[in-house]
């Protein structure tokens, strides 16, 4: 595997369940970011992740759960989702962050249904 | 606070016709500027990026783009269309210390006719 990985590429579920989406990153960086992208909405950043530790929160719900257990995986568990939570979830990594912003590698995204 | 505004969430193109995406920005603190493409089904790719080495950038697949300070622009631009092309294409701005504050536009949508 090269790059971003995400899975599963595609995701129903009902307003009840509890599911978790899965990044993985094979590039050797060591910053990770959720974002979410919805029709006719500019990309909304969710969390990053900078050497294992949140370092943005941007004011999402706590129906979304993030969770980075080493640099190269990052998760974002769901519970209890909206219908207005359907889109298309993207994971991005990037180099450590520092004094200059790195451009970010992103996966190929999770499309999400919720019912 | 930074922003990133795209004209037209949607330009059409004939084949071998020049591409010009437009952005502009509003940043308190100088700029680093990119533009990422997205394919159907595909998350971002980078396509350039400018970081206050050069006002004129040259990317992937034949694209570019100048770092206009005075109009506080960076369009890009492609001196023929080709079918592949087609594709959404996002402009962005980073802070220039920090750095993971990335803020995209809304996108603008390029369609290339035959």
């Known amino acids: 595997e090269t790059g971003v990985t995400q899975t599963p590429r595609h995701l129903v579920m009902g307003m009840t369940n509890k599911k978790s989406l899965k990044c993985e990153q094979h590039?050797?960086?060591?910053?990770m970011y959720w974002y979410k992208q919805s029709a006719k909405k500019p990309l909304e950043l969710m969390f990053v992740y900078s050497l294992e530790e949140r370092v943005e929160n941007n004011s999402v719900p706590s129906r979304f759960s993030p969770e980075c257990p080493n640099s190269s995986h990052l998760f974002l568990h769901l519970h209890t989702l909206q219908p207005e939570d359907s889109a298309l979830y993207l994971c991005a990594s990037s180099q450590a962050l520092g004094r200059l912003p790195h451009e970010q590698f992103f996966g190929p995204g999770t499309r999400l249904t919720v019912l | 606070a930074q922003s990133v505004t795209q004209l037209g969430s949607h330009v059409s193109v004939s084949e071998g016709a020049l591409v010009l995406l437009r952005c502009n920005y509003s940043?308190?603190?100088?700029?680093?500027l990119f533009w990422y493409v997205q394919y159907p089904n595909q998350g971002l790719q980078l396509l350039l990026k400018?970081?206050?080495?050069?006002?004129l950038v040259k990317g992937i697949n034949g694209f570019e783009a100048e770092f206009k300070k005075s109009e506080t622009s960076f369009h890009l631009t492609k001196p023929s269309a080709h079918m592949s092309d087609a594709a959404e294409y996002f402009c962005?701005?980073?802070?220039?210390?920090?750095?993971?504050?990335?803020?995209f536009g809304a996108g603008t949508r390029l369609f290339v006719k035959a």
């Open positions: 962005a701005v980073s802070e220039g210390t920090g750095g993971f504050k990335t803020i």
């Open positions: 590039l050797g960086h060591n910053a």
């Open positions: 400018y970081t206050s080495a050069a006002t």
């Open positions: 940043s308190s603190v100088p700029p680093y």
